[in-house]
């Protein structure tokens, strides 16, 4: 499959994911679209409310990438991987992890984004928790957020309390 690190599929994903953001009891917060897979930052009411805001996120996401690959059939080749965030150290580090998964994917390339860099296929132009952003995120963090907003102290506020994320941080490979 091709990658979906591109514009146009980049669009498809971004309105999968506004029109799926907050349903169920489910609440879709930030995202990062890699080549060939998507990871997110979510919060839900309840395990329920998880396993329908995701199916229903899953069926938008193949129904609507099929269309634009101009292909049919599976796509996602297996169901998400949850976990339970409980402190705000781990969800300081989640948030870090999935907004800066591009340099991560570059430094293992051996390449490098330059300084203060966004990556553009995520919600992080729109992320309001760097801490040394030097400019402003590309042309689309001035439409409307494709994310809703945290309910949860953690994802609120709590996280701050182990400081903001550097925009230029890479996370550590899992």
């Not at 690959?69 to 297996?78: F, P, V, W, Y």
Request: charged letters at 25%.
């Amino acid at each position: 499959m091709t990658s979906l690190r591109n514009g146009r599929a980049f669009r498809v994903v971004r309105e999968c994911i506004a029109a799926g953001r907050e349903r169920f009891g489910f609440r879709l917060i930030e995202f990062s679209l890699q080549g060939q897979h998507l990871h997110l930052v979510c919060e839900a009411d309840d395990a329920r409310a998880l396993a329908r805001g995701m199916q229903g996120l899953s069926v938008r996401l193949v129904r609507h990438l099929n269309r634009h690959l101009g292909r049919s059939g599976t796509l996602l080749q297996d169901r998400y991987h949850g976990r339970l965030l409980s402190t705000p150290t781990e969800v300081r580090n989640v948030l870090a992890y999935v907004l800066c998964n591009a340099r991560k994917h570059a430094a293992e390339r051996g390449l490098r984004h330059e300084r203060g860099w966004v990556d553009p296929f995520s919600s992080g132009p729109h992320f309001g928790g760097w801490c040394d952003l030097i400019r402003p995120p590309s042309t689309y963090a001035r439409g409307p957020r494709s994310t809703a907003p945290p309910r949860s102290w953690l994802l609120r506020a709590g996280w701050k309390r182990r400081g903001l994320i550097p925009v230029d941080s890479v996370p550590a490979s899992r």
